[in-house]
Every structure is written in C-alpha cells, then in structure tokens.
C-alpha cells in the first residue's frame, strides 16, 4: 500500500515539473535558423528570384542602345558592266559593281522615344521581381512556422508519454498489490482482471504515443536537414517569446497571403500599361560605318563609308490583336483582384476561428489546472482511506485515472493553447526568424 502511495506522489511532483517549464527560445529559434539554410524548397524559391531580377535587367537593357559588328563577302555575277565604242579609241566599258564585294562595319541603333513602351515593361520585370521576392518571404515564413508546429507536437507528445509512463508504473503496482490481497483472500480476480486490462490499455497508449513521436522527429529532421532527436530536451514547455499577443488581432496587412494577392494585382495592371502601349508608334536612331569596296569611280578600292537615319514605326492594322490583348488583360485584373477579395474574406475567417480558439483553450488551461489540483487532493484522500480499509483497490484506480486524465487534458489543452497562439501569428504576419 505504501508503494502506491508513493508511485502516487510520483506521478503528483511529475505534474509539478511540468509547471517549471524550460523556455524554449534558443533550441527552436536554432532549429528555424537551420532549416531555412537547408531547405530545398526555399533554395528554389530563392533561386526563381534570381531569375526574375536578372528579367529585370534585361528589361532595362532594352533602352540601352544596341551596338554590332558586321563583315561579309558577295561574289556577283553577272557583272553589272556597260561596253560602247568611242571612236579613235577602240571599246571601252564601265563597271558598276566589283565582282567580289567586301564590307567591314559597325551598326548603332538606339530608340529614341517609344511612348512608354519599355517603360512600361521595366514596370512589370520589376513587379513580379517584387513578387519572387514575397515568394521567398511567404516560403520562409511558412517553414518556420511549420517548424515551430512540429516542434511543440513533439513536446506535446513526450510530455504525454511521461504522464502515460507514469501511470503504467502507478497501475503495474496495483496489480502486484492486487494479486498479494488475493493470495491472503482480500480480494477477488475480477479486480486484478479490470487492472490488467487497464495496464494494457496504458501500454497500448503509450506505443501509439511513440509511434507519433517518431514521425513528428522524422518530420522535423526533414526540415532541418539532420537528427534532431537530441536537439529537443524532454523539460521544453509551451513558451516562446517569438510569439506575442498582439494588441490589435484584426490587423492583417501584414498576411504574406493578402501582401502576394495584392502584388499579383499590380502585374495584372501592368500588363495592361504594356497592351495598351503596344497600339503606339516607335521612333529609333540608326547609323553605320566602316569600310567597303564598290564606289565609284575606284570599285575594288576599299573606302571608309558611313550613315545616320531616323525611323518611325507605327502599328495600322493588326487584325484587333491589341485590342484583344488589351481586354485578356483587364480580365486578368479582374481575376486576380476576386482573387485578393477571396483571400481577405478567407484570411478574416481564419483570424476569428483563431482568436476563438485561444480563447477557449486558455479557458480550458484555466479549468484544468483547478481539475488537476482536485485531482491531485482526491487521490491523496482515497490513499488514506485505502490504508485505512475504507475503499477497495478498484477505487483508487479510479482516483489515479482521474489523475491522469486530468494531467492529460492540461497538457492537451496547453498545446492547443501553442497551437492557437502560433496560427494566431502566423495570420498576422508576425517574422519569428
């Protein structure tokens, strides 16, 4: 009897450590920091942001002038000659063009006025460079909070299994208890039967615990690109002081979600600046120089030549492709501005589900640490009344499930309080690496 008292009071100082919780700041901080190194998918990310910056230069290239080398050879024939006959001199011809003709130059054009169309271009590179840029923040931002979620499972469910190892110990002494009370006729087989089952029950629990333990520290790993099974001490509680309970909750400008359908809104503008400057003219510079043969009157001689010229290009008729092109993109706006629309309405959604769930389960913490006292204080009482031949076995066993349960729900109920907490800030936008 004194044994279950003890194992009792046990299970009781277990419940207390787990009030002194160790803060978790640098492990899981460590953690985010390593995996955002590590992970592929934010490496892609980081990687089609590149890309775009580099379309951006080449957009801005274009008002850039455009500078070229050229050398070439034609062999003619026919040759391009006229003969005559000049009397007292005999025949006599002129050739208008040398057989083989040789040219080395260079070529110069520039735009000198596009009415906004490569403005207009250099626009959108820049937008959606601003996009792939909040890609890679939306990527990051979601992994860290993937990895803080995965991180407080794995809290969750070690401290869940301490509770269950706790309770296989206290029901494995009863059971030993039990079958001594039946050897001296204390007791009957049915309540050793009713222990037994519930010692299985017990055992049961705790390998699914393990089960999902073992996933969740695979899970991570992936994340974090290495064995993160000693990273993570067994005492971590729930606390983080990169999550904050903002002062205004409603506030969601920061949603990277909202941020990226906004942006997308921008490109969809800009493709409209861009249709409609395709319906306008150009005006371009052009010029050339170098050396040839073929001039007159010396045609095999090679001369230095030169030329400037100004051109204007404007669109007539293009079948309405413009102004197709033009209305495919107002669509386009349209779609993604019912895009954002859905996206605010969603956010909104998921902001007041979260904020209701916090405050129910910190409700519930409330109620559980006022169940897990009494809890505490009516296995004491069924400990003495057991000693003093008052209740059977059976009773204290309930005394001790009520325990557990107990317990268990207070550390259910602080995890879903992380849970909520985390999704809380993640709506909002709060930076936690």
Do not use: C
Not at 181 to 206: F, H
Not at 289 to 311: A, D, S, V, W
Not at 365 to 376: G, H, I, K, M, P
């Amino acid at each position: 009897m004194k044994s279950i008292s003890v194992l009792a009071l046990a299970l009781l100082t277990s419940s207390l450590a787990f009030a002194q919780q160790q803060p978790n700041d640098e492990v899981l901080n460590g953690l985010i920091r390593q995996s955002i190194q590590y992970y592929p998918q934010l490496k892609q990310q980081q990687q089609a942001l590149s890309l775009s910056e580099s379309r951006t230069q080449m957009a801005e290239a274009a008002r850039k002038p455009s500078v070229s080398g050229d050398a070439s050879y034609q062999y003619i024939w026919p040759l391009q000659r006229v003969t005559f006959e000049i009397p007292g001199l005999g025949s006599n011809a002129i050739q208008f063009a040398p057989r083989n003709n040789y040219n080395v130059g260079v070529s110069v054009s520039q735009t000198v006025y596009d009415w906004g169309k490569d403005a207009a271009n250099i626009d959108k590179a820049r937008t959606e460079s601003l996009l792939s840029q909040q890609n890679v923040e939306l990527a990051t931002h979601q992994l860290a909070y993937q990895v803080a979620q995965v991180y407080f499972s794995i809290v969750y469910l070690q401290k869940a299994i301490t509770v269950q190892r706790a309770q296989e110990s206290l029901v494995g002494e009863t059971a030993k208890v039990i079958e001594n009370r039946i050897k001296s006729g204390d007791e009957i087989d049915y309540n050793l039967v009713a222990t037994n089952v519930r010692y299985k029950n017990v055992r049961t629990r705790i390998v699914d615990l393990q089960t999902q333990l073992d996933r969740q520290f695979i899970l991570l790993s992936s994340l974090v690109g290495k064995d993160v099974r000693s990273t993570v001490n067994a005492e971590a509680g729930f606390s983080w002081s990169s999550l904050v309970t903002p002062q205004d909750s409603s506030n969601v400008n920061n949603n990277w979600d909202l941020r990226l359908a906004k942006t997308r809104e921008l490109v969809a503008e800009k493709d409209i600046q861009i249709a409609k400057a395709a319906k306008l003219p150009t005006f371009s510079f052009n010029g050339s120089t170098g050396f040839r043969n073929g001039f007159q009157p010396e045609i095999q001689e090679f001369r230095f030549n030169g030329g400037l010229g100004f051109r204007l290009s404007a669109p007539i008729y293009a079948g309405g492709r413009h102004q197709i092109q033009e209305d495919i993109a107002r669509k386009n706006l349209q779609l993604s501005q019912y895009g954002t629309e859905t996206a605010s309405v969603q956010i909104r959604t998921q902001l007041e589900q979260a904020q209701s769930e916090l405050r129910s389960t910190t409700e519930k913490l409330r109620l559980s640490e006022t169940q897990l006292q009494e809890a505490q204080y009516g296995l004491q009482l069924a400990n003495v009344r057991f000693q003093n031949g008052v209740i059977t076995q059976l009773e204290i066993q309930s005394a001790q499930t009520a325990l557990e349960e107990a317990e268990f729900q207070r550390i259910q109920y602080q995890y879903q309080q992380a849970l909520a907490r985390l999704e809380l800030n993640r709506l909002i936008g709060t930076k936690i690496w």
